[in-house]
């Protein structure tokens, strides 16, 4: 299932320096396709973890996001070890969901992860072009995914009509602007020393492209899981 709840803290960055802004880009990447990587690996050596053991991968996964907050200004290798730890474990976490949809409706993966590059591609572009400032996008769409998280419980114990439907679209919605608003981020780099967010921004990259490709899992299967 969805886990909007794994988006993480977001640092604010000031205006263009274009040099440091295409480092930064392509080591904030870079992390970005290491998270990933780490994230396959969690998800396959945990193909037949069972649900339970998940959620306990699934918190120390979070704690090593929240880490990652507290390491970033004092240890840049302490905050990459977490990122390294925190793309296994979350991977860990997702193994039995994702195995469970393999067996049963693989084309439905495939589909999902196609629709979220497309989905990343396009909103992030929009996000890096754009010369308005989104914080306060990304501020109305962090108290959004607090009432989805809200509306997610609901859904557990209230039964409405297309309501799978709706939460993953509203979601699609909220990650949209999540997105726009780090990938924004990328280009508003001051000086070499904001490279030391990397990791961190590469961790909310990575949670946006996450959380997008698990919204689109729930409308291609239907809300299965």
Do not use: E, K
């Not at 997610?152 to 997105?179: C, E, K, M, Q, R």
């Amino acid at each position: 299932m969805s886990n909007p709840a794994l988006y993480g803290g977001r640092g604010q960055f000031g205006a263009v320096s274009a040099s440091p802004t295409r480092t930064l880009f392509s080591q904030t990447m870079g992390y970005v396709a290491l998270t990933a990587g780490l994230f396959a690996v969690g998800a396959y050596l945990g193909r037949d973890l069972s649900y339970g053991l998940g959620i306990v991968w699934f918190i120390a996964a979070l704690a090593c996001l929240f880490g990652m907050n507290f390491a970033v200004r004092r240890s840049a290798n302490v905050t990459v070890a977490l990122l390294v730890g925190f793309g296994l474990l979350i991977g860990l976490a997702l193994a039995p969901t994702l195995a469970y949809y393999a067996g049963t409706d693989p084309g439905a993966l495939s589909t999902s992860g196609g629709a979220t590059a497309l989905f990343i591609a396009g909103f992030g572009a929009a996000g890096y072009a754009t010369r308005r400032d989104l914080s306060a996008l990304a501020r109305i769409c962090f108290f959004a995914l607090i009432a989805l998280i809200v509306f997610g419980i609901v859904l557990i114990f209230v039964h409405i009509p297309n309501g799978d439907l709706i939460y993953s679209v509203l979601g699609l919605v909220i990650f949209a602007g999540f997105t726009m608003f780090d990938f924004q981020r990328l280009r508003r780099a001051r000086t070499s020393a904001d490279l030391t967010v990397a990791p961190l921004l590469a961790a909310s990259i990575f949670l946006d492209v996450l959380n997008v490709f698990l919204f689109f899992l729930r409308i291609f299967t239907g809300g299965r899981r």
